[in-house]
């Protein structure tokens, strides 16, 4: 995906307003992620350098899609296990009841800085999307 110089990528707009539809429409939005050393998901569950992960309300505990990474907890057999995703290792995102969604380029991942086995800290502020339990309000 070619972008401006100075220009931000448009992909995590894409797969928040994706998953938007898919919650809209009562389906269950998963990703398609290329597993790399920038990538925290449980090993056991990568299947030739990629897993697909169920991001639904019912999946996840705070899900967090900001411009740079996608964050939450989830369970895997029963463990919880905090998932750290960039944005540029999403492959795609897509409906699992009807297979519709949006497939992205190849995009080149740069390196994790961090020495540590921490993930980095997902930033707060108008750059991310916090997601909240769905409400029903009454309009007259």
């Not at 939005?29 to 925290?40: E, S």
């Not at 569950?45 to 967090?64: H, P, R």
């Not at 895997?76 to 009807?98: L, M, Q």
Request: hydrophobic share 35%.
């Amino acid at each position: 995906m070619a972008q401006h110089p100075g220009s931000s990528s448009t992909k995590p707009y894409f797969l928040r307003a994706m998953y938007e539809w898919c919650t809209d429409n009562g389906y269950a939005p998963h990703i398609v992620v290329t597993v790399d050393a920038n990538t925290r998901v449980p090993p056991g569950y990568v299947k030739n350098g990629e897993i697909v992960l169920n991001i639904s309300f019912s999946a996840t505990k705070d899900l967090l899609i900001a411009n740079d990474a996608l964050t939450f907890s989830a369970r895997f057999s029963g463990n919880p296990f905090d998932i750290y995703v960039p944005v540029g290792a999403v492959k795609g995102i897509f409906a699992r009841e009807t297979g519709q969604g949006m497939f992205f380029e190849r995009e080149e991942l740069q390196p994790n800085p961090q020495t540590t086995d921490e993930p980095p800290k997902p930033p707060q502020g108008p750059t991310s999307v916090k997601r909240q339990r769905p409400s029903l309000k009454i309009v007259k």
